[in-house]
């Protein structure tokens, strides 16, 4: 594949597109400033790399033609969409849950940490419990097939960069021990937002038509 397949001006709007919906604020990045700021950054990137791999697999079932299918069956899209704003909402409630424990109960109670494997699961659930997930990455290969001809390869591998770099730069950033001293500080806080954040995301999916 040609550099000419990435580095065309309409890739460079189709990757422009990504990294805006990519780096905007939304669940996947306040989890994982969260988790890069109270268990550091190996298990922010853990987190991160699994939000990069639920998403490149719907990129990769968009490709195959599988994901077109998928859609015109609303009882999948359905099930999709109960389970994914189930699952945020009950990432809310331990967000909520925690913004309400002091720092010196939470230090009391605080059990094992995560496992990298737990963390990247989680990050993955979070992607592929999305069902407009699904849909932007049919309309993205749909796109690039009619506009792009034989490079709407490129786009998938491109994507996939752009993530990596956007959520592990999160990740790096909010390890920072600048950025853990401030999350001590402003922990109830940033957790209550969290809490809301997932809350919000979840109704929103829940009541999200089908069609």
């Not at 890069?36 to 699994?50: P, S």
């Not at 605080?110 to 699961?121: E, K, N, Q």
Request: proline share 3%; aromatic share 12%.
């Amino acid at each position: 594949m040609s550099a000419n397949a990435f580095l065309s001006a309409d890739m460079l709007l189709a990757y422009t597109a990504y990294f805006i919906g990519t780096a905007s604020p939304g669940p996947s990045n306040l989890a994982i400033m969260s988790i890069a700021a109270n268990q550091g950054r190996k298990a922010a990137l853990a987190f991160a790399f699994g939000v990069v791999s639920g998403s490149m697999f719907w990129a990769t079932v968009a490709k195959l033609g599988i994901s077109a299918a998928l859609v015109a069956y609303s009882q999948f899209i359905v099930a999709v969409k109960v389970f994914g704003g189930l699952y945020l909402l009950w990432l809310a409630f331990k967000s909520g849950r925690s913004a309400l424990v002091p720092a010196a109960a939470m230090m009391r109670k605080a059990g094992r940490p995560d496992t990298l494997r737990g963390l990247y699961i989680r990050g993955a659930l979070l992607h592929l419990t999305n069902p407009k997930a699904i849909l932007v990455w049919v309309s993205i290969v749909a796109l690039s097939s009619s506009r792009f001809g034989s490079a709407h390869g490129a786009v998938i591998p491109g994507c996939a960069v752009i993530g990596s770099l956007v959520f592990s730069g999160y990740a790096f950033l909010f390890s920072m021990d600048s950025a853990r001293r401030l999350y001590i500080r402003t922990r109830r806080v940033l957790e209550g937002c969290l809490a809301v954040a997932f809350g919000a995301a979840g109704i929103k999916l829940l009541a999200w038509p089908s069609r």
